[in-house]
């Protein structure tokens, strides 16, 4: 469901009005401890947790000519340090406007393992 661009686009997938909130999660290996810098982009509200640990919160939306709400996957960066073995991403996406709902998360790891 992770459109070419790689934003998650979740009005392909949930037909919410503004005031609805998704949650998404990902859980994947890592060989080996490691710091990387994560990188994201959304709209239109956030908070996004790496391992249970809230990481980031924000807010993206439409405001030309001060911000123009597109999903730009390098809009935001975190450190993060991840841990050998089991990792997770999980975000909490709430929709403000009618239109441009979605994700897209870098982890900033070359090699990973998706469990789900």
Known sequence: LV?????????RIHKGEPGATVEVKSVFMVDEQQ?????????DTIRLWVND????QGNWCWDPPVQDGRIRPDFASVPVQWRKGLNSIRAELSRKEDF???LAVKTGLSNMT???
């Not at 459109?3 to 009005?11: F, K, M, P, R, S």
């Not at 710091?35 to 709209?43: H, K, R």
């Open 3 to 11: 459109e070419e661009n790689g934003v998650l686009n979740i009005n």
């Open 35 to 43: 710091e990387t810098i994560l990188t994201l982009g959304f709209s």
């Open 100 to 102: 441009g709902w979605g």
């Open 53 to 56: 640990t809230e990481v980031y």
């Open 114 to 116: 998706l469990i789900s």
